[in-house]
């Protein structure tokens, strides 16, 4: 069936440190996957997507890696900063379904000064 | 350029009433998405609207409606108001559709409270 599933709720790193944020989908179909970061009081933003033709996507101190034969992508965050720290979604867009999103259960990433 | 504008941003209403909330898409965007963000559920589709008609619609009762106006601008609605309504309600636009420079832009949300 359709989901997008994290492995993790909550992720306390120290400033400086890479952050491993994890998802997993079920469908084997799946083409396309977005990632968003929701600071608090504000809507989620966009950060990074990636395409099943890739394996990886670099962007500005963000990687996103899809690994399709385990159906399972994660976001790295170099150098984690304070601002880094949000709920992190994962989203997939339902092909049949014009701009409709599903999204993980979202992971909060809390930076230790 | 001005991002996704939505209001209320916060608002209170008891049982049984109804509530109007309303969202400026991005300037050229046509297409308006409606999000559901509650604890317990994470976000959830409600429905999309593209030059005025829906195009999808979420699994959420008849109580849940919008519309979208000439102008792009969208409103939705939710009659008859129950405690488990409490969530925020994200609007989010784009262009056309998703994938590539097409992402979708999310609002603010308006965070409505049912007491």
């Known amino acids: 069936g359709e989901s997008v599933g994290l492995h993790l709720p909550t992720l306390s790193v120290q400033e400086g440190d890479n952050s491993i944020i994890n998802c997993a989908y079920s469908n084997s179909a799946s083409d396309y996957f977005i990632w968003y970061k929701q600071e608090s009081g504000k809507g989620p933003q966009f950060i990074i997507d990636?395409?099943?033709?890739?394996d990886k996507r670099q962007g500005q101190r963000v990687t996103v890696l899809l690994n399709k034969t385990v159906k399972h992508l994660s976001l790295q965050i170099a150098a984690t900063q304070p601002g880094d720290s949000a709920v992190y979604f994962c989203?997939?867009?339902?092909?049949?379904?014009?701009?409709?999103?599903?999204f993980g259960g979202g992971t909060r990433v809390l930076v230790k000064p | 350029k001005a991002g996704v504008t939505q209001t209320p941003r916060y608002l209170i209403k008891t049982r049984g009433q109804q509530v109007t909330l309303s969202c400026s898409p991005i300037s050229g965007h046509r297409s308006v998405s409606w999000y559901q963000q509650t604890p317990g559920q994470g976000l959830q589709f409600l429905f999309e609207y593209f030059s005025e008609t829906q195009r999808n619609k979420g699994n959420f009762p008849g109580r849940f409606s919008g519309r979208q106006f000439s102008n792009s601008r969208s409103e939705m609605n939710v009659s008859t108001l129950e405690l488990g309504d409490s969530a925020l309600y994200l609007c989010?636009?784009?262009?056309?559709?998703?994938?590539?420079?097409?992402?979708?832009?999310f609002g603010a949300g308006s965070r409505l409270t049912v007491l």
């Open positions: 989203a997939e867009p339902q092909r049949a379904a014009g701009n409709k999103l599903t």
């Open positions: 990636i395409r099943s033709n890739m």
């Open positions: 989010a636009s784009s262009v056309q559709g998703i994938g590539g420079a097409n992402v979708l832009t």
